[in-house]
């Protein structure tokens, strides 16, 4: 284990010392839930500009540093990745060959070529990597594993799921060409997640969606084969799409309420007609979830989450490669 040990003398966990790259919106998330991951802190954050940093470490705590290699010598035992996409393969190949463990904002990398590539680097590294996809750890979805594992709905078979969010300027990284944005990595990629967390690995992908000005995809939709069932997803920049999903099975259904990747509420209804009500707000910026489970990994010696696996991740970008192949899309980072 890198600059860590699993407890200290007098038994208490040891304290994960944490550094980012980056500061926009999802950083502060992250420093904001990390108050709310017992025994760890905030120690480094660094940004390609200064100022930025600067503040971030006075709102948050932690030390703002000169430059990204700064980062990886400052003796931190985590990294989180809080860049744009275009950039998180290299960040991510760059700490853990530094011996630090990574834990990258979605989606993890461009394409699966990046991603092979990174998880390589954990592997030869012996250190841990994981996409930080948060669904599965919020206290509603983990709610709903385990009522479906005792009062199952029987053989799921469809999974329907979606998100469009209007009016993003030209200017927000989102619709940047260059940084790899675009609705499949920034919104679909949650949908991509909920297909193969319940349905397995995809088959073939059938998609149809349209560019914008910048470039990137505004709109795609997405039909699915999996190796349980059927998959219908629909994620966009330009439209005002309610964002709940639908898990149907042979008998009975479940709604995870909007938003359904901040998960709080849930109905599961029944063939006979009886309706079970799920209800698990959640704590902090919600990002903790995910945070106290990768901790949790770092201190057990793991070097892959049981929940966010390598494979489901190769999973998910697989299809938003097959999609964006579908429509023409190809990054300049690719």
């Not at 394409?111 to 012996?126: C, E, F, G, H, P």
């Amino acid at each position: 284990m890198n600059h860590a040990t699993t407890h200290t003398p007098s038994g208490q966990p040891a304290t994960i010392r944490w550094g980012i790259v980056g500061t926009g919106r999802i950083a502060h998330r992250f420093a904001q839930s990390l108050a709310h991951v017992p025994h760890s802190r905030l120690t480094a954050v660094w940004s390609r500009r200064r100022a930025p940093a600067e503040t971030f470490a006075q709102q948050h705590g932690g030390q703002a540093l000169d430059s990204f290699e700064a980062l990886l010598q400052s003796g931190i035992d985590a990294l989180y990745i809080a860049t744009m996409q275009d950039s998180h393969a290299h960040y991510a190949c760059a700490a853990l060959e530094a011996g630090i463990h990574v834990l990258c904002e979605k989606p993890a990398t461009v394409n699966t070529a990046q991603l092979d590539r990174v998880i390589d680097s954990a592997r030869a590294s012996q250190r841990l990597f994981m996409d930080a996809m948060k669904p599965p750890f919020y206290p509603l979805y983990q709610q709903l594993r385990a009522h479906l594992a005792a009062d199952p709905i029987g053989e799921i078979g469809l999974v329907r799921a979606g998100c469009s969010v209007p009016g993003v300027p030209d200017d927000h990284p989102s619709l940047s060409f260059e940084q790899a944005g675009g609705a499949l990595l920034d919104i679909g990629i949650y949908e991509l997640f909920l297909a193969v967390d319940w349905l397995g690995a995809p088959l073939d992908v059938q998609t149809l969606g349209r560019l914008g000005s910048t470039g990137v995809d505004t709109f795609a939709s997405l039909n699915s084969r999996h190796e349980k069932g059927i998959s219908q997803l629909f994620c966009g920049l330009d439209l005002f799409g309610k964002g709940d999903a639908f898990i149907a099975g042979t008998q009975g259904h479940v709604t995870i309420h909007e938003n359904w990747w901040n998960p709080t509420r849930a109905t599961v209804r029944y063939t006979g007609g009886r309706v079970v009500e799920l209800d698990a707000p959640f704590e902090g910026g919600g990002l903790n979830y995910e945070t106290v489970h990768f901790c949790d990994l770092i201190r057990s010696g793991a070097l892959e989450s049981p929940v966010m696996t390598h494979a489901k991740s190769r999973q998910m970008i697989g299809m938003a490669d097959a999609a964006r192949a579908a429509l023409g899309l190809r990054f300049p980072c690719e």
